[in-house]
Every structure is written in structure tokens, then in C-alpha cells.
T-cell receptor, first 109, second 113 residues
Framework: SQQGEEDPQALSIQEGENATMNCSYK?????LQWYRQNSGRGLVHLIL???NEREKHSGRLRVTLDTSKKSSSLLITASRAADTASYFC?????????WGAGTKLIIKP | DTEVTQTPKHLVMGMTNKKSLKCEQH?????MYWYKQKAKKPPELMFV???????INESVPSRFSPECPNSSLLNLHLHALQPEDSALYLC????????????FGQGTRLTVV
């Protein structure tokens, strides 16, 4: 099931710059998660933010959540070539993960 | 051990073949999942097993048959597939149904010819 929209669909930036991706969703949630997927591989969990949290950090990642706007953003600071991947948000609703469409991030050397 | 192991990594099968995808985790997780993912799309949930019992079947055609022999293993039996079933099949597990963090395997790239 796909609930969310992510924007941009694709993002290309220079190494060292910051990358911001946005996710919007439709129903109330318990938590929102971000995952990374390298080309054709499995998904890797990056960070989870609960519905009562507004901001969370993990290393170079910063996630915000605005439940009034039903939206979240993922900021990757000081991007590296290894950050090139697709990024998906997923919301926990009725014991299922509902996925956004994903943002493809390309980091140019 | 925080790995979910899927075999095989790649599979090419004819439309009359029978094959199986395998998934294994040793994290003590009690929920396991099969997803199908087409190129440039998010994963689509197929099945959920919770405590070794089928909990969710997302109206998947019967040519896909899941099996959970024990709490560490999850199989997906394939029979009489169609070319449109070609996709990346992902297995995942979590501590329990209801989600905190899901751990994914690397997937099986399936091609139906």
C-alpha cells in the first residue's frame, strides 16, 4: 500500500552539500521511518521518529516530523558519494508499513 | 547477528517451473514479511507472518504460496508464474507485528521467462 508522497522524486547534488527530502502522508500514524536502498539491494533502516517527537538526529541525519501537516523531512548533511541511493519514508498505520514513492538521490563527486 | 539472509540472490525460471525463495533470520524476531518490488517503485507488501501464523495476505495470487516452517525461516513457493511477476522479492523481519524497525534481506532478483 502506498500512502505517502515524497519529493523531490529525484535529487542530484554535489558531494559535500546537504540533501533534503520530504514525505507527506494521509492518515494518523504511530511512527514514521526512513529507509535507504542502494541500487537493486535490500532496504536499510535509517531512523524512526515517533508521533510525539518533532525532531531526531542520527549522525549526519536529521529528521523532522510535523503531524499537523502530516509531513516529515530527512536532511543529510555533508553528503558523500556513498549516500547515493533511493530513500523511502514509511509510516506505521494499523500494524502495516505504508511506503512513500521514494526519492532517488545522486551525489556527484 | 542483525542479518536477514535470502537465497538465491538471482533466479531465472520458466512459466511452468516450480521454485522456492528462502529467508532466514536469527534475531528472535516474531514477525516476518514478503515484499515485491518493481523497478523505481516502493515495496509492496505480500504476506505477513506473526508468530509463525499467516497474519496478512494482501490478495496475492495463489501462484505465490508462503510457508513459515519455524520462527527463523520463511519460504515463498513459486509455481506457474507470469513474466509480469519478474521483480525483486524482499524478505523482512521485525520484533513483532506492529513495527518498530524492520530488517530487510538483500532480496532475490526474479526473472520469469
Amino acid at each position: 500500500s502506498q500512502q505517502g508522497e515524497e519529493d523531490p522524486q529525484a535529487l542530484s547534488i554535489q558531494e559535500g552539500e546537504n540533501a533534503t527530502m520530504n514525505c507527506s502522508y494521509k492518515t494518523s500514524i504511530n511512527n514514521l521511518q526512513w529507509y535507504r536502498q542502494n541500487s537493486g539491494r535490500g532496504l536499510v533502516h535509517l531512523i524512526l521518529i515517533r508521533s510525539n517527537e518533532r525532531e531526531k538526529h542520527s549522525g549526519r541525519l536529521r529528521v523532522t516530523l510535523d503531524t499537523s501537516k502530516k509531513s516529515s523531512s530527512l536532511l543529510i548533511t555533508a553528503s558523500r558519494a556513498a549516500d547515493t541511493a533511493s530513500y523511502f519514508c514509511a509510516t506505521d498505520s494499523n500494524y502495516q508499513l505504508i511506503w512513500g514513492a521514494g526519492t532517488k538521490l545522486i551525489i556527484k563527486p | 547477528d542483525t542479518e536477514v539472509t535470502q537465497t538465491p540472490k538471482h533466479l531465472v525460471m520458466g512459466m511452468t517451473n516450480k521454485k522456492s525463495l528462502k529467508c532466514e533470520q536469527h534475531m528472535g524476531h516474531r514477525a516476518m514479511y514478503w515484499y515485491k518490488q518493481k523497478a523505481k517503485k516502493p515495496p509492496e507488501l505480500m504476506f505477513v507472518y506473526s508468530y509463525e501464523k499467516l497474519s496478512i495476505n494482501e490478495s496475492v495470487p495463489s501462484r505465490f504460496s508462503p510457508e513459515c516452517p519455524n520462527s527463523s525461516l520463511l519460504n515463498l513457493h513459486l509455481h506457474a508464474l507470469q513474466p509480469e511477476d519478474s521483480a525483486l522479492y524482499l524478505c523482512a523481519s521485525s520484533q513483532a507485528e506492529g513495527y518498530t524497525e524492520a530488517f530487510f534481506g538483500q532480496g532475490t532478483r526474479l526473472t520469469v521467462v
